[in-house]
């Protein structure tokens, strides 16, 4: 292969980088090919561990972002090993699976808090009939309000979380060749 | 053989060669892989890291009529390689202690 060849396909597995970090490589591979520099390794390879680099030490970059890169590599990468096909289609299958769970924890909270302001409601437009009544429906409004809204708050907290974990997770099993 | 390759040791390596003396890639990868048996692409991802770290930063200088890029280590970079270097001088003791016997 030649070295156009080599940067060509290097530039097209960097393709879902942020800008700069694309520029910064190709910059630093054409400097190192010009200058006569020798690589053993196939673009695809070359580019492998340069995102899974900046998977693994973006500052910027939220759980979220670096599950997302590290899933688009392995679905951009040639080599299309079984086992990391075998890698991304777990990933795939916990990212949607903590996705779904994380929407239906939020969708609960949002519900109760809606229910709650409505319960509210309803309590003041019986006020007329009976206050006892009225009382009760007002605090049972109020608890669901408080508890929706502390689940919406717990939900958006874990959702951080396990999209972190499991960033993590699969930049371990990605990256574990890192210095070979 | 394929004893020494952790990241670590990989970041340190090049910490110390550019203790030395400023390098670009080409010379840096040249005298990292003379040392340690790692792939020519290690070096950049290592590079880059080491470089958010703040250990080391890059600067472009003109040669033979075009841009090099090189880099030379930071204040915390040196800072840096001096734990790796105790932390090297311990694990080769350890090492040598259960390797090489009784051979103190």
Redesign the interface.
């Known amino acids: 292969m030649s070295n156009q060849e080599f940067m060509q396909e290097l530039k097209k597995r960097l393709k879902r980088l942020p800008f700069d970090e694309q520029r910064?490589?190709v910059?630093?591979?054409e400097?190192?090919l010009?200058?006569?520099?020798?690589?053993?390794?196939t673009p695809s390879?070359?580019a492998m561990?340069?995102v899974?680099?900046?998977a693994?030490?973006?500052?910027k970059s939220n759980g979220f972002t670096k599950t997302w890169v590290v899933l688009l590599t392995i679905f951009a990468s040639p080599i299309a090993l079984p086992i990391l096909a075998a890698i991304g289609a777990v990933a795939f299958a916990i990212v949607v699976s903590a996705g779904s769970i994380i929407v239906s924890l939020w969708a609960t909270g949002f519900a109760l808090f809606v229910a709650g302001i409505a319960t509210v409601f309803c309590a003041c437009a019986i006020i007329g009939q009976s206050i006892a009544t009225m009382v009760f429906f007002l605090g049972l409004g109020l608890i669901m309000i408080a508890l929706g809204f502390f689940l919406s708050i717990a939900t958006i907290k874990l959702s951080k979380k396990s999209f972190d974990g499991i960033a993590k997770l699969f930049n371990k099993l990605l990256t574990r060749r890192?210095?070979? | 053989m394929n004893f020494l390759?952790?990241?670590a040791?990989?970041d340190s390596v090049v910490l110390a060669s550019l203790s030395k003396e400023d390098m670009?890639?080409?010379?840096l990868?040249k005298a990292i892989t003379k040392v340690l048996e790692?792939?020519?692409?290690?070096l950049?991802?290592a590079?880059?890291?080491l470089q958010?770290?703040g250990h080391l930063e890059a600067y472009d200088q003109p040669d033979n009529g075009?841009n090099?890029?090189y880099y030379r280590i930071t204040e915390n970079g040196k800072k840096k390689l001096k734990e790796y270097q105790l932390a090297w001088k311990n694990a080769k003791g350890n090492i040598d202690g259960i390797l090489l016997g009784g051979a103190k």
């Open positions: 910064e490589a910059e630093y591979y400097g190192y010009a200058d006569g520099g020798e690589i053993s390794e390879e070359v561990k340069i899974s680099e900046f693994e030490n973006s500052e890192v210095a070979r | 390759t952790t990241a040791l990989l670009y890639g080409y010379t990868t790692v792939s020519e692409s290690s950049y991802p590079l880059r890291r958010k770290d075009r090099r890029r």
